[in-house]
């Protein structure tokens, strides 16, 4: 089917571009200087209960990139651990996406495009930090472990590979980036789908739901920023160590395997407004007084700026929930069911009166599926615990009452309904207006590139060798 090749055209490129994405060591390419670099020493490969040698030799050229024949392999087992569904896809059709990223590469160099380099050397610093949080600060095994002779070349090549990476995300995006749809070149679109190749969508739900989360009191706040407020005098006046007492104490996991550490960029928004705010008000070495986001109650300490670049560490703390304020929101939603149950009130009014969730609580519960923007959630591609709190669930009927948490919330209290139920369906341009939109930006965008590649091959140095040679390319890559 038409649509479903798009799909996985598009899945495959960016999965592929992995250098920048995730760290892959194994998939590190230098740059060429003059010469093709030589086969490296033959390396043991076992096929059935036969063992063979096979040369890591050269692949192909892209320009300034290499792939060596390894490269492939490792792209696939790294794409398998992630869960991808490679059935349908050919080994040649996985190659001609990695000759696609090395291509992407080299034209960004050739356009000057400008390298963020206190970024990718920030990544590159958390990539190390994280791994050695993962091997508890084995630097040496780290070695060991991927072939490198000094801290200095692990840090050189994880550098390059999130560089390379960086100049590819960068140029597919100054392809693709500014392309739009117009509705005239939707309709046009769907229009022009055969009958027979329309695609069938799964059975969708339209979601409700009604959240009711316990109160914290002002003595649990209080004591929360006292406890900050501790700490900074225990680091400030005793020579306590920060980074010590984010692993003993932060309630951010996201962080605590790097000590509390993140970059911040003005140009780049990552972290919540309040946490921003604080941050590019402080000096080198300062720490900052308790405040609050929604995530609970912070300090930072201010470790380095390095232009539009600030690194800090941070420690995160909640405050306590009562029994007594988790009993009565308890209660409440409970309340709140009995009354819709009775009709009292309906669903809608109860979500606009008593949920807590301002996302939700103005569309009368709505929930919205973040992938696609709309009310309509595709059965099969649900969530999983999503699913398993709506699976039983008949349209209009109310499930219990369910206890939830979230990264904002420690614990919340929850009812759902089906609002509407959309049974397996061809697509349908009204109903599906947003998906098909989706589909055909993603044809429009594939066109660009295949453009953008055709004009480009014929202006790239490029050599394929061996088996590949043999490859049935959608683009020129062989330059026949």
């Known amino acids: 089917m038409r649509l479903n090749k798009i799909n996985s055209k598009f899945i495959i490129k960016a999965a592929l571009l992995v250098g920048f994405i995730s760290f892959n060591l194994s998939n590190a390419q230098e740059i060429i200087e003059d010469d093709v670099p030589q086969v490296e020493k ?163 739900l339209k979601l409700a739901q009604i959240v009711v989360i316990p109160e914290v009191t002002e003595q649990a706040k209080q004591d929360v920023i006292d406890k900050l407020k501790g700490f900074k005098t225990d680091i400030q006046e005793n020579g306590s160590s920060f980074t010590t007492k984010v692993l003993f104490y932060t309630e951010d996991t996201g962080s605590k395997a790097t000590g509390g550490k993140y970059t911040l960029n003005r140009k780049q928004p990552r972290m919540v407004k309040e946490f921003r705010d604080v941050a590019f008000s402080m000096q080198e070495g300062e720490i900052s007084e308790p405040f609050e986001t929604d995530f609970g109650y912070h300090i930072i300490l201010l470790e380095k700026i390095r232009g539009q670049e600030y690194d800090v560490r941070h420690i995160l703390i909640r405050p306590e929930l009562s029994q007594e304020a988790i009993k009565k929101a308890k209660d409440e939603i409970d309340e709140v069911r009995q009354k819709i149950e009775d009709g009292t009130l309906t669903f809608e009014q109860a979500a606009r009166e008593f949920s807590d969730e301002k996302e939700t609580k103005y569309e009368g519960g709505q929930l919205t599926n973040p992938t696609t923007q709309d009310f309509n959630f595709e059965l099969t591609r649900m969530e999983p615990e999503l699913y398993s709190q709506i699976q039983d669930l008949k349209d209009g009927e109310l499930s219990e009452v369910l206890q939830d948490e979230d990264r904002v919330n420690r614990i919340k209290f929850k009812i759902l309904t089906v609002t509407d139920r959309i049974d397996d369906h061809e697509a349908d341009f009204a109903k599906d207006y947003l998906k098909i939109k989706n589909l055909a930006l993603q044809d429009k965008q594939i066109k660009a590139v295949e453009k953008w590649q055709k004009e480009t091959i014929v202006d790239t140095y490029i050599k394929i060798n061996g088996e590949y040679r043999d490859c049935d390319f959608q683009s020129n890559w062989l330059k026949k």
Do not use: W
């Open 42 to 204: 033959p390396k043991d490969s076992v096929v059935g209960n036969k063992s063979r040698i096979k040369a890591d030799g050269v692949a192909a050229v892209v320009g300034d990139f290499i792939i060596l024949e390894s490269d492939l392999d490792r792209e696939i087992a790294q794409l398998k651990s992630q869960g991808a569904d490679l059935n349908e896809i050919t080994r040649c059709e996985l190659f001609g996406s990695l000759l696609e990223s090395k291509l992407y590469a080299h034209q960004a160099i050739q356009d000057s495009v400008i390298v963020n380099e206190l970024f990718i050397q920030s990544r590159t610093e958390q990539q190390i930090q994280g791994i050695l949080a993962q091997t508890k600060g084995d630097m040496e095994g780290l070695l060991k472990f991927y072939k490198k002779d000094s801290e200095q070349a692990l840090r050189d090549e994880m550098y390059e590979i999130n560089k390379n990476g960086y100049l590819a995300q960068e140029m597919q995006t100054k392809v693709t980036g500014d392309i739009e749809v117009t509705p005239e070149e939707v309709r046009t679109f769907f229009n022009e789908i055969p009958k027979d190749e329309r695609p069938t969508f799964g059975t969708e």
